[in-house]
């Protein structure tokens, strides 16, 4: 089983910065199926990212993701309000699908 | 509308057993994979199992495989996840979900309920 290990725990940031959330994995994932979902409390997570650096409909284009191998990367480039949320990243190169324990933005 | 609505979540005693549904509009069931996957509190996702479109596999995490199974009924395009023989450690909000630019290993969901909770304790 792929473990991902997201950093760091808690990310404090002011709205119009730039966010850079990680995600590593064990060992190499297949294919870069990684995935980005951010979830708003209260809420179900949101797919963001697919395939390491595909957005999702929808989704805006300051959200934007990068990596291969074992590191991968989500960046926010100006933080709106909506996006002081928690970020998961998920793997399904493998089996079985696997997610991070997740990366908080919090205003600072 | 496309959109999921679970129910059915409770509190349990250890040992017990629980029944979730997750009722679908704007799609099919028999059109698309459908997951499981659930969220102790304060912790990350975990998913715990899905069924293809026709039913003929279904798939689970190991540490529920023989205690929880997934169905679906075409008839009421809903969704549901028996749990039989419930833990403590089964506590978890549970959401029902739309598979997604899947590949044979696996997928990302792109659409999900609003989640049901589970509370397994004596």
């Known amino acids: 089983e792929i473990v991902l290990t997201q950093s760091p725990g808690t990310l404090s940031l002011s709205p119009g910065e730039r966010a850079t959330l990680s995600c590593r994995a064990s060992?190499?994932?297949?294919?870069?199926?990684v995935a980005w979902y951010r979830q708003k409390p209260g809420q179900a997570p949101r797919l963001l990212i697919y395939?390491?650096?595909s957005r999702a409909t929808g989704i805006p284009d300051r959200f934007s993701g990068s990596g291969s191998g074992t590191d991968f990367t989500l960046t926010i480039s100006r933080l709106e309000p909506e996006d002081f949320a928690v970020y998961h990243c998920?793997?399904?190169?493998?089996?079985?699908?696997?997610f991070g324990q997740g990366t908080k933005v919090e205003i600072k | 509308e496309v959109q999921l609505v679970e129910s059915g979540g409770g509190l349990v005693q250890p040992g017990g057993s629980l029944r979730l549904s997750c009722a679908v509009s704007?799609?099919?069931?028999?059109?698309?994979?459908m997951s499981w996957v659930r969220q102790a509190p304060g912790k990350g996702l975990e998913w715990v199992g899905n069924?293809?479109?026709?039913?003929?596999?279904?798939y689970y995490v190991d540490s529920v495989r023989g205690r929880f199974t997934i169905s679906r009924d075409t008839a009421q395009n809903s969704l549901y996840l028996q749990m039989n023989s419930l833990r403590v450690e089964d506590t978890a909000m549970y959401y029902c979900?739309?598979?997604?630019?899947?590949?044979?290993?696996?997928?990302?969901?792109?659409?999900w309920g609003q989640g049901t909770m589970v509370t397994v304790s004596s």
């Open positions: 979900a739309r598979d997604h630019y899947g590949v044979p290993s696996g997928a990302t969901y792109d659409i």
């Open positions: 704007g799609f099919t069931v028999s059109s698309t994979w």
């Open positions: 069924i293809k479109e026709d039913g003929s596999d279904k």
């Open positions: 060992q190499s994932v297949p294919g870069s199926y």
């Open positions: 395939g390491a650096s």
């Open positions: 998920q793997q399904y190169g493998s089996s079985p699908r696997t």
